[in-house]
């Protein structure tokens, strides 16, 4: 029930948000917000921390971009940059999740640099430097507000198959291996297998993100694939809440509104933004997410004290 | 009577120091085997190496004439066999029924595509689940997330999770350790309940509850088997009360 007021409120953001910000900064929200939540399930429900997402989003980035570029069309371009990008990661994710705390969190870091400089050396390729310029986008979506719905609609699509996710018995079997992987194990579950699911589940929907991703200032500019951008999805995850599916949501939202427009007034917003980690990090834990659930429980309970005989409850 | 488990030669060096050090081992099925003996003796040590926890320095394991010697801990579910830690090994976080229905779930899920049906599709497992937790008394704490039961609950929750497996054989390390008089009571008649079900290896500290409730007695003691027997010959057995009592020979 509860999720389904929140699924109504981030409709109406999706429905009215395109007028009140540039409906381009809203789509660049709606699409870090797939890979927030998507970083979550693997955060926040299977507990695995890994820096080096910004890899599957350049990846999917990239390809998408080149398969466009080659002249494919938008239904084979998305699908061909996602499944791309998820062999890699399927590839990568074999060895990462082998290991565990600051080791996994290692690989996946070593591996993200390893993509950046290959994106970084490949310059005939990847365009470098200068990242991948002058993607085409196709015909159907030409327009900002064609485009604006087309990421409205894969957003919705691929929120509503991670809600799917988590709350299947998949997602319980991945909150079972946060809270307890050797007894996971011990009661039949092969622990390495589901950790590299979540893995490919979060790099999936990272990757799509990243096709999408590509064709909105027609440019992947190569700090997509850095691995300051995973810190950034990170970010994002803590600073809206891990312990909510719609968390990640709040951090993306936030995060792409200090960057875009909170920028514009204040060049040195980043300096805000530590601030706003350090306070989330020592009296947050919970992010926002956990902050508007916190008020909303002392609001009722405030109500419910001053009603007669609602004290006791 | 045949026997479910046979452990043959089974060793575990650390560092060069055996824990366990060639225990050889049969367990009749239907029936509930302890095994005693002193601290740091290597029985859990010896639970850890049939459950998977631990790799063997050597020996052989064969459950129901298959050899599990070297299978992972996630594939004895699988086979029928389902463990109890000695120290409460939950899920804190999530529900008492989560808990005991994960359980369930990895033993009776069919192929893929039940990893993301709804809960409410399988009528079967959330049955047996909470027919468990009635079982172990927890039904007014189903709702309740794990970390707020009491020491108690939580090692019944333990056993639930342990039953959930619906294993042909239970391994249960200390399931009284720690419990009140009166909840070493409802564990003891819980077990005796079980063991019209299952066949169960024990561990227990509690000298009563497993004279009381065993087929079958084995004694470990320096990472050895010094005597085996029905409980009133392990009892008159003068071996194990030197090693109790510490008696110099």
Redesign the interface.
């Known amino acids: 029930m509860r999720n389904r007021y929140l699924l109504i409120a981030v409709l109406v953001f999706v429905v009215v948000g395109p007028f009140i910000l540039p409906p381009n900064t809203v789509a660049e929200m709606l699409i870090f917000g797939i890979i927030a939540v998507s970083t979550n399930i693997m955060l926040g429900y299977t507990g695995m921390l890994s820096f080096g997402q910004a890899a599957y989003f350049g990846i999917g980035a990239y390809a998408c971009g080149l398969l466009l570029k080659a002249g494919y069309p938008l239904i084979l371009a998305i699908p061909g940059g996602t499944l791309f990008s998820m062999l890699i990661a399927a590839m990568v994710g074999n060895f990462c999740v082998k290991r565990t705390g600051l080791y996994f969190i290692c690989l996946t870091f070593a591996f993200n640099q390893m993509f950046y400089f290959i994106a970084y050396v490949w310059t005939d390729v990847t365009g470098g430097e200068d990242g991948l310029a002058d993607i085409p986008r196709p015909e159907i979506i030409t327009t900002p507000e064609a485009y604006y719905v087309f990421v409205a609609i894969m957003f919705g699509a691929c929120l509503l198959a991670m809600l799917?996710?988590v709350s299947?018995?998949?997602g319980?079997?991945f909150?079972?291996i946060r809270?307890?992987p050797?007894?996971?194990?011990?009661?039949?579950?092969?622990?390495g297998l589901y950790k590299w699911y979540s893995f490919m589940i979060a790099s999936g929907f990272t990757a799509l993100a990243g096709t999408i991703y590509a064709m909105l200032y027609d440019i992947v500019p190569i700090d997509q694939i850095h691995w300051l951008k995973s810190g950034d999805f990170i970010f994002m995850v803590l600073f809206g809440g891990s312990g909510n599916f719609f968390g990640p949501l709040i951090g993306a939202v936030g995060y792409i509104w200090l960057s875009d427009s909170f920028a514009l007034i204040w060049a040195r917003w980043p300096l805000l933004m530590g601030c706003m980690f350090l306070i989330i990090v020592l009296y947050l834990r919970g992010g926002v997410a956990d902050l508007i659930e916190r008020a909303y429980g002392f609001l009722t309970r405030a109500r419910r004290g001053a009603e007669p005989g609602g004290s006791a409850a | 009577m045949t026997s479910i488990l046979e452990c043959a030669g089974v060793f575990k060096n650390f560092g060069g120091v055996p824990a366990v050090a060639g225990v050889d081992l049969q367990v009749e099925e239907g029936h509930i085997h302890s095994i005693i003996g002193p601290n740091g003796a290597g029985k859990s040590t010896f639970f850890n190496l049939i459950s998977g926890e631990l790799p063997l320095s050597a020996g052989t394991v064969y459950f129901k004439g298959h050899d599990i010697t070297h299978a992972p801990s996630h594939v004895l579910p699988h086979m029928g066999i389902s463990r109890c830690f000695q120290l409460t090994n939950v899920f804190p976080k999530l529900s008492v029924f989560e808990n005991v229905w994960a359980a369930m779930f990895a033993h009776e899920k069919g192929g893929p595509v039940d990893f993301l049906r709804k809960f409410t599709r399988f009528p079967d497992i959330n049955r047996k689940t909470e027919e468990i937790i009635e079982e172990v008394g927890l039904s007014h704490k189903a709702t309740e997330r794990a970390e707020t039961l009491s020491h108690g609950q939580s090692r019944m929750l333990e056993v639930a999770i342990t039953l959930a497996g619906l294993p042909t054989l239970m391994l249960l390390d200390e399931p009284t350790q720690g419990l009140a008089p009166e909840a070493t009571h409802e564990m003891t008649d819980l077990i005796k309940r079980l063991a019209n079900n299952y066949t169960i290896l024990l561990i227990e500290h509690k000298m009563h509850i497993v004279m009381e409730i065993s087929d079958v007695i084995s004694v470990l003691n320096l990472g050895q088997i010094i005597a085996e027997g029905k409980p009133d010959e392990i009892q008159r057995n003068e071996l194990v009360q030197d090693a109790y009592l510490g008696r110099l020979r």
């Open positions: 799917k996710i299947s018995p998949l319980l079997v909150r079972l809270e307890n050797e007894r996971a194990a011990a009661i039949g579950y092969n622990v």
